[in-house]
């Protein structure tokens, strides 16, 4: 039997109210692990009707998606509590950076300092350079426009570095040994038709995770990137999964729970000689060149 050694160590995870996050939370739980989750449901033009409707239907596209980024943490959190885990949460905006040191205080108090950090929220609006691809519909495609880019870096790149910056500090001041910090970016980070800002903030995730890897790993400090392909967290559509089913050599649409495992490996002992990597998680829907 394989020894994760994952047993009582203190994982923080953004994000993580619903999708991989929250899978991702579950599966460090059932190794022991001491699991504190963040999030934040970002405005939506979706009245609470229409999200409760989209639950209820539980058809894929833009509504589910929302429907699903607004739950709040408490049902994940009573989850994993009455399977035996210890877990905690706070609703946080990391678009402003000041939430961030107060983040890991609370996650210290509640379960201790961060061992593990997983950096998995995100910021995504649809955004094109092609005028003939723009769309009206809610949730549709739209030019680029500076309060959107930069909303786009503030919480998919600048949050992730001061996040791993925060561990850093907090990890050398208690004298920690051994950290680990994984980030989740995207399969389509270097280039994505009608998503341009999310792609381009996303490659600025892989950029800062392999610098770091090469600057902590004198720390004792592993820095790995996980990159999934299409993986139904509600916004795929029932035409584009049979599409992406189609299209993926493993003939299926990722889950959040596909992608978790992964996370979960690169955290373990297993890896502890893995740094500075990204792993595709698609099923094949992109390969390693």
Request: charged share 15%; with cysteine; hydrophobic share 45%.
């Amino acid at each position: 039997m394989i020894d994760p050694q994952l047993e009582d160590k203190v994982v923080l995870i953004t994000g993580a109210n619903h999708g991989i996050g929250a899978a991702t939370a579950r599966a460090f739980a059932a190794q022991g692990c001491r699991v504190f989750i963040t999030y934040y449901r970002e405005p939506t033009d979706y009245a609470v009707p229409a999200l409760a409707a989209a639950r209820v239907a539980g058809v894929g596209g833009d509504a589910l998606y929302r429907a699903m980024q607004q739950q709040p943490a408490d049902g994940l959190v009573a989850q994993i509590r009455q399977r035996g885990g210890l877990a905690g949460a706070l609703e946080a905006d990391l678009s402003d950076p000041h939430t961030i040191p107060l983040l890991f205080d609370r996650c210290a108090v509640e379960l201790g300092p961060v061992d593990i950090l997983v950096n998995n929220h995100t910021y995504c609006v649809l955004e094109t350079f092609d005028p003939g691809r723009v769309t009206d519909a809610q949730g549709g495609i739209r030019l680029p426009s500076a309060p959107v880019i930069d909303a786009h870096f503030a919480v998919n790149a600048r949050a992730f570095a001061l996040l791993m910056l925060e561990y850093l500090q907090r990890y050398l001041a208690r004298g920690a040994e051994r950290g680990c910090i994984i980030n989740l970016s995207t399969d389509a980070a270097h280039a994505h038709v009608a998503n341009v800002s999310y792609a381009a903030s996303k490659h600025a995730i892989e950029s800062y995770s392999r610098s770091a890897a090469m600057e902590l790993g004198c720390y004792g400090i592993r820095v790995n990137i996980v990159a999934p392909g299409p993986i139904q967290t509600g916004y795929i559509t029932p035409e584009a999964e049979a599409d992406i089913a189609a299209g993926t050599p493993l003939g299926r649409v990722g889950e959040p729970e596909d992608v978790a495992d992964v996370i979960v490996f690169l955290a373990s002992a297993q890896a502890s000689w893995m740094t500075g990597q990204l792993l595709y998680v698609g099923g094949g829907w992109r390969m390693h060149q």
